[in-house]
């Protein structure tokens, strides 16, 4: 099946680049993956999200960017991509259980995953006391105390960010020695509401019916487990932009992440365009990648127009 435009991902980026596209009848078709409606349906209440006041639920906000895009035309397909050609157009996808699909334009708003740790009682506890991200779920602790386990600068800024609602952050981390920059570190190490815990490597979680009670550790110190008590766990070890079906076909920065043209969502493939965190390693809002998700459907616009143009 040949397409003007692909759209890949449907989290903001994804589902507001298909509105503006099916808005411009351009009829795009979007593939859903195995995280339908991205990050935001694993958080419960956004607060931030302009335009609701009282706030309102992760996957709600995801339902109705999705039905506001179907208003407009937009065609979904729920289907894994396997692998991509972009070394000529159309562009070629390969998609589990469909086959081959071509595209003039292709969008790439696959995200970025939070990685956890993996050890029990962890994912049975997201959103129980248990985060990959502060400014999302911080809000939810005034008052209690909290553990971010990492030692690079994202649990550097996270701790920081949630001292500002927390009575207590201790950073846990499994060397005595961070990987966060100097001035990270410095800035974490001046705040009184941090506390530290280093050689320790997170082995479970704890949790009753309440939810998060604390987080069992190996002290490579002394050899012993110990208990820590908690109400909340953020987890910040690093996020994975979910590119590996890429295949190294466009330009990709030391962390994976789709380098764009600055100003732009132009990657290094005329015609291919990039949104929301798959690009964006550092402001990672539903905001930020809606807005850009609005900025790759007017440049994939533009690239088409460009391409009528040609064969008249
Ligand atoms: P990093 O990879 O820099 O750090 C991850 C941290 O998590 C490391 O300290 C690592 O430990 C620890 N870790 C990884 N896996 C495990 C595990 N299984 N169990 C316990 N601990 C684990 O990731 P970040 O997200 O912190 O940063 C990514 C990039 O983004 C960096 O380049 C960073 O500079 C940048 N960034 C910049 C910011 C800014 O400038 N404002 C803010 C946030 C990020 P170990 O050290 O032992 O490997």
């Given at each position: 099946m040949h397409n003007k435009s692909i759209i890949i991902g449907t989290g903001p980026a994804g589902l507001t680049a298909a509105i503006y596209l099916a808005r411009a009848n351009l009829n795009p078709l979007v593939i859903e993956g195995p995280e339908p409606g991205g990050q935001l349906t694993t958080t419960t209440e956004i607060e931030n999200y302009p335009g609701f006041p009282e706030g309102i639920q992760g996957p709600e906000l995801m339902d109705k960017l999705k039905i506001q895009a179907e208003r407009f035309?937009?065609?979904?397909?729920?289907?894994?991509?396997?692998?991509v050609d972009l070394s000529k157009r159309p562009f070629i996808l390969d998609i589990e259980g469909k086959g081959k699909m071509t595209t003039e334009t292709l969008i790439i708003s696959t995200g970025a995953s939070a990685k956890y740790l993996g050890i029990p009682n962890e994912q049975e506890n997201i959103g129980r006391g248990v985060s990959a991200c502060a400014t999302c779920d911080g809000f939810f602790f005034?008052?209690?105390?909290?553990?971010?386990?990492?030692g690079g600068d994202t649990a550097m800024e996270e701790a920081q960010f949630l001292t500002k609602f927390a009575s207590k952050v201790t950073i846990v981390h499994r060397r005595d020695e961070l990987r966060a920059s100097k001035i990270m570190q410095d800035r974490a190490r001046s705040n009184p509401k941090i506390e530290w815990a280093l050689n320790r490597s997170p082995l479970e979680v704890m949790a009753d019916e309440h939810g998060v009670t604390g987080l069992n550790v190996y002290n490579s110190s002394t050899g012993e487990q110990e208990w820590m008590s908690a109400h909340g766990i953020f987890v910040a070890i690093g996020h994975r932009p979910n590119t590996t079906f890429l295949e190294n076909q466009l330009l990709l920065d030391d962390h994976g992440y789709i380098v764009t043209k600055p100003g732009s969502t132009e990657t290094s493939i005329p015609g291919v365009f990039a949104s929301g965190d798959v690009q964006d390693s550092i402001y990672r809002q539903a905001i930020t990648a809606a807005g850009s998700g609005a900025m790759a459907a007017m440049d994939s616009e533009k690239f088409i127009e460009s391409l009528q143009r040609v064969h008249v």
């Amino acid at each position: 099946m040949h397409n003007k435009s692909i759209i890949i991902g449907t989290g903001p980026a994804g589902l507001t680049a298909a509105i503006y596209l099916a808005r411009a009848n351009l009829n795009p078709l979007v593939i859903e993956g195995p995280e339908p409606g991205g990050q935001l349906t694993t958080t419960t209440e956004i607060e931030n999200y302009p335009g609701f006041p009282e706030g309102i639920q992760g996957p709600e906000l995801m339902d109705k960017l999705k039905i506001q895009a179907e208003r407009f035309g937009a065609e979904f397909y729920t289907g894994w991509v396997n692998k991509v050609d972009l070394s000529k157009r159309p562009f070629i996808l390969d998609i589990e259980g469909k086959g081959k699909m071509t595209t003039e334009t292709l969008i790439i708003s696959t995200g970025a995953s939070a990685k956890y740790l993996g050890i029990p009682n962890e994912q049975e506890n997201i959103g129980r006391g248990v985060s990959a991200c502060a400014t999302c779920d911080g809000f939810f602790f005034k008052n209690r105390e909290l553990i971010v386990v990492g030692g690079g600068d994202t649990a550097m800024e996270e701790a920081q960010f949630l001292t500002k609602f927390a009575s207590k952050v201790t950073i846990v981390h499994r060397r005595d020695e961070l990987r966060a920059s100097k001035i990270m570190q410095d800035r974490a190490r001046s705040n009184p509401k941090i506390e530290w815990a280093l050689n320790r490597s997170p082995l479970e979680v704890m949790a009753d019916e309440h939810g998060v009670t604390g987080l069992n550790v190996y002290n490579s110190s002394t050899g012993e487990q110990e208990w820590m008590s908690a109400h909340g766990i953020f987890v910040a070890i690093g996020h994975r932009p979910n590119t590996t079906f890429l295949e190294n076909q466009l330009l990709l920065d030391d962390h994976g992440y789709i380098v764009t043209k600055p100003g732009s969502t132009e990657t290094s493939i005329p015609g291919v365009f990039a949104s929301g965190d798959v690009q964006d390693s550092i402001y990672r809002q539903a905001i930020t990648a809606a807005g850009s998700g609005a900025m790759a459907a007017m440049d994939s616009e533009k690239f088409i127009e460009s391409l009528q143009r040609v064969h008249v």
